[in-house]
């Protein structure tokens, strides 16, 4: 048995599950509304205030979506309550961020300036000009965004410079040596 596909997931006060035909799930939150749909093989049952996932047999690939959907769910359920977080830091000097209006203005060495427009869903706040902060409830496509800004220009292994997680550690290089004479 699945350790993650058995557990439940707790549905908190005022979140709202509906699961239609063929498993397509909506939950309703205070943050938002996500739907999705799962694999129709899973069994999905609400008892009270938790959802259920069951599988049909022992067979391989339901033993691998029985756990991908469990935390599917439990992952829609906590984006609509809490939501989703990335941060992001610019390092260099002369890099910075700034938002105009619902654009994502980047100077990272560049010619030119970067702009990344917002998308439907993800919100994106710069409290100081060395931090990017995007937001969702939806933690696919937040993690999708932070990696889309992120590959603007990744962080070099010899002075780190470049747009990294708050989280990652960049693994730096030694530099040349002088010349041997």
Do not use: W
Request: charged residues 25%.
């Amino acid at each position: 048995m699945s350790r993650i596909g058995k557990m439940p997931v707790a549905i908190p006060a005022g979140v709202e599950v509906t699961v239609a035909d063929g498993n397509l799930v909506t939950v309703k939150g205070p943050k938002g509304t996500l739907t999705q749909q799962l694999q129709p093989s899973m069994t999905i049952k609400q008892e009270g205030a938790e959802l259920l996932v069951s599988r049909p047999d022992d067979g391989k690939e339901n033993r691998a979506l029985h756990g991908l959907t469990r935390a599917l769910l439990h992952n829609m359920v906590v984006g609509v309550t809490d939501g989703y977080k990335k941060t992001l830091e610019v390092n260099g000097v002369g890099y910075r961020a700034a938002k105009e209006g619902n654009k994502l203005v980047l100077n990272i060495g560049y010619s030119h300036t970067v702009e990344v427009p917002e998308i439907d869903g993800i919100t994106i706040e710069v409290p100081q000009p060395n931090q990017i902060v995007v937001s969702g409830c939806d933690k696919q496509k937040v993690g999708q965004f932070a990696a889309e800004i992120r590959e603007k220009r990744p962080p070099e292994p010899y002075k780190g410079k470049g747009i990294k997680y708050a989280d990652e550690v960049i693994r730096r290089k030694v530099g040349k040596t002088g010349a041997k004479k």
